[in-house]
């Protein structure tokens, strides 16, 4: 049966006005200006024919007939909100099966599934540990993590974070300097780095101020993981990302050995085929990773 309504916002508007007697308490719980909680109170008396509040200097205070409307408006509201709240549960369920390069989630997501687990009772993710890019179109797999620019074809891409990228060393490698090193003498360091990204370091002596010729010996590596672990073995400096990182400098293997950091245009995503509906259960493990690593950037 078809049912004839009025504008939404504007009975969103009087409820909330109604319940607070207040039209700057609607706007601040309904996130817009008072101007605009006033506008649609307005209009919603003028399709109606009637007079829905007494104005006071103060406060408002809804007539007798519509102080009853607000109640059923506000059990309709929180009949609604339990239906979508029944409906996003019964969607939040099953297993996701998560493709994820090992170097990223034995450090980074798989320490973190228990709790993931515990907050999501009727969700698993499935971790599928490669470092080879998933097939979509012919792997089982629902989302994948993965590394770069967040520009595949025919992928979404939803940041999870943007590289932050800090100089850290084992404290052995360090010993006997004064943390922070100053940047000339990081410069005279061994310090390695991801293929293809010798600049980064051009661009953190940059922004450290350094403006000499760095002349320690530079080691290129394949990828990330073997980046770093020039640093675990004790031989060198590495710009690793902070969250990458964050498990050796918690436990102390790593110390960051100056504060200078830069943001890159690369990082982690959760990447999977496009579509007009993207699974409500990748986008809730997405929001609860980012959430959990204390993300807060777009």
Request: aromatic residues 8%; contains cysteine; hydrophobic residues 40%.
């Amino acid at each position: 049966m078809s049912h004839r309504l009025p504008n939404m916002n504007q009975l969103r508007a009087f409820e909330a006005a109604a319940r607070l007697e207040s039209f700057k308490g609607a706007a601040q719980e309904l996130n817009v200006t008072q101007a605009a909680i006033s506008h649609q109170n307005k209009a919603l008396e003028e399709a109606f024919g009637i007079k829905l509040f007494q104005r006071g200097t103060r406060k408002v205070t809804p007539t007798k007939d519509a102080g009853a409307f607000a109640d059923r408006l506000d059990a309709a509201f929180h009949e609604i909100a339990e239906a979508t709240n029944a409906l996003i549960r019964r969607e939040l369920a099953g297993e996701i099966a998560l493709s994820i390069a090992p170097f990223y989630g034995n450090r980074i997501v798989l320490p973190r599934l228990g709790k993931f687990h515990t907050a999501h009772p009727g969700l698993r993710v499935s971790p599928q540990m490669s470092s080879a890019l998933a097939k979509f179109e012919t792997d089982e797999t629902d989302a994948a993590l993965r590394y770069g620019g967040g520009d595949w074809k025919g992928l979404t891409s939803l940041l999870l974070h943007h590289d932050t990228l800090a100089a850290v060393a084992t404290p052995e490698y360090v010993a006997g300097r004064s943390l922070p090193i100053e940047p000339a003498e990081i410069a005279t360091m061994t310090r390695g780095y991801d293929r293809g990204r010798r600049e980064d370091w051009d661009k953190w002596f940059e922004a450290a101020g350094y403006e000499g010729s760095p002349s320690g010996v530079m080691m290129e590596y394949e990828n990330r993981a073997r980046m770093l672990d020039l640093a675990l073995s004790g031989h060198g400096a590495v710009l690793c990302d902070l969250i990458v990182a964050r498990p050796e400098i918690a436990s102390g293997h790593l110390v960051q050995i100056h504060p200078t950091t830069i943001r890159t245009d690369r990082g982690m995503w959760v990447v999977f085929p496009e579509t007009a509906t993207p699974d409500p259960r990748v986008l809730r493990f997405r929001d609860w990773l980012r959430a959990d690593l204390g993300i807060e950037d777009p």
